[in-house]
């Protein structure tokens, strides 16, 4: 049985940083093709917010894409060894308030930023930015 936990959200000032967290049980000795991490503002869609893709990649290390709302702020990891999904983020803005979601799955290069191509997901993470 897959299981996704985030944990690190919190409440931080603007231009503070936080590191979410996304624990991944279940999935495997080689894990998923892509990691990914989406977010919901109240009363907004699911967006797409980065993800860390093999599919079509020729690095061993996987190839990431962001959107570009938090390109240059935000960058995610892997650490294989501890099966932990992570994004830090940095230089965050009142308009990042979100509850924030991992996702994991095979998911073709085309749809990596697409939510249902995802198969699995963690419960989601409140990350709150004051002004």
């Known amino acids: 049985q897959v299981q996704l936990v985030e944990s690190g959200g919190g409440l931080v000032q603007a231009g503070g940083s936080l590191r979410l967290s996304c624990a991944v049980s279940g999935g495997g000795p080689r894990g998923f093709s892509s990691y990914a991490w989406f977010r919901q503002a109240p009363g907004k869609e699911r967006e797409f917010v980065a993800v860390l893709t093999w599919s079509g990649s020729v690095w061993s290390g996987g190839t990431t894409y962001y959107a570009d709302s938090v390109k240059g702020r935000f960058g995610i990891s892997r650490d294989g060894a501890k099966n932990t999904v992570y994004l830090q983020m940095n230089v965050l803005k009142p308009e990042d308030t979100a509850v924030y979601y991992c996702?994991?799955?095979?998911?073709?290069?085309?749809?990596?930023?697409?939510?249902?191509?995802?198969?699995?997901w963690g419960q989601g993470t409140q990350v709150t930015v004051s002004s």
């Open positions: 996702a994991a799955g095979e998911v073709d290069l085309r749809s990596i930023r697409n939510g249902f191509a995802y198969g699995y």
